[in-house]
């Protein structure tokens, strides 16, 4: 069964970066077939698909938050991270890691239990 | 990316059935079968309930199923439970390669 666990600072201040990992278990990143995914749900609002990444690499954005988003993998460590730029109170929001089935599907299939992640000073 | 479009609430009362919308466009909904439905209850992560526009995984009820129709995909829960009140929430793939999510619907079972 595979599981997904989100960690990082809880607090982050205006104009720094955001950053968390997703840490993997129960299946290789490696193994390939798959999408490492990122969303955000900001308060009492909907889900925000952020990016995904490949095992090797490969990227794709939201294009709303392409110029301050970065995603890298490590697969020695089995974990994916998030990396969010010169956020605002706007950034704040639960952050949830998650497997895309790219193969078939582009189902989100597994999903961390989110992270709470407040901008403020 | 827009978001796809849904219905902000539904309701229906224990046994009836609900149909829950997700517009989109021809660059996704309308372009590739790769809809899926996820279920959120209050406080906690989205549940994978239907994939590949009218599949479900294993453990999901049939009482759950899917379809699509052009543009707009659809969310069908019939004999509707207490359990089943949540929010729920569409995505697609898109041209872009990106995935794009509705805004999502309240589901209330009167």
């Not at chain 1, 955001?18 to 993997?24: A, G, I, N, Y």
């Not at chain 2, 129709?69 to 829960?77: D, E, F, K």
Request: charge should be neutral; charged fraction near 10%.
């Amino acid at each position: 069964q595979v599981q997904l666990q989100e960690s990082g600072p809880g607090l982050v201040k205006p104009s720094q970066t955001l950053s968390l990992t997703c840490t993997v278990s129960g299946g290789s990143i490696s193994s390939g077939g798959y999408y490492w995914s990122w969303i955000r749900q900001h308060p009492g609002k909907g889900l925000e698909w952020i990016g995904y990444i490949y095992y090797s690499g490969s990227t794709y954005y939201n294009p709303s938050l392409k110029s301050r988003v970065t995603i890298s993998v490590d697969t020695s460590k089995n974990q994916f991270s998030l990396k969010l730029s010169s956020v605002t109170a706007a950034d704040t929001a639960v952050y949830y890691c998650a497997r895309e089935d790219s193969q078939y599907s582009s189902s989100l299939d597994y999903w961390g239990q989110g992270t709470l992640v407040t901008v403020s000073s | 990316q827009s978001a796809l479009t849904q219905p902000p609430s539904v309701s229906g009362s224990p046994g009836q059935s609900v149909t829950i919308s997700c517009t989109g466009t021809s660059s996704d909904v309308g372009s590739y079968n790769r809809v899926s439905w996820y279920q959120q209850p209050p406080g906690t992560a989205p549940k994978l309930m239907i994939y590949e526009v009218s599949n479900r995984p294993s453990g999901v009820p049939d009482r759950f199923s899917g379809s699509k129709s052009g543009n707009t995909a659809s969310l069908i829960i019939s004999g509707l439970q207490a359990e089943d009140e949540a929010d729920y929430y569409c995505s697609s793939y898109t041209s872009s390669s990106t995935l794009v999510f509705g805004g999502g619907t309240k589901l209330t079972v009167l």
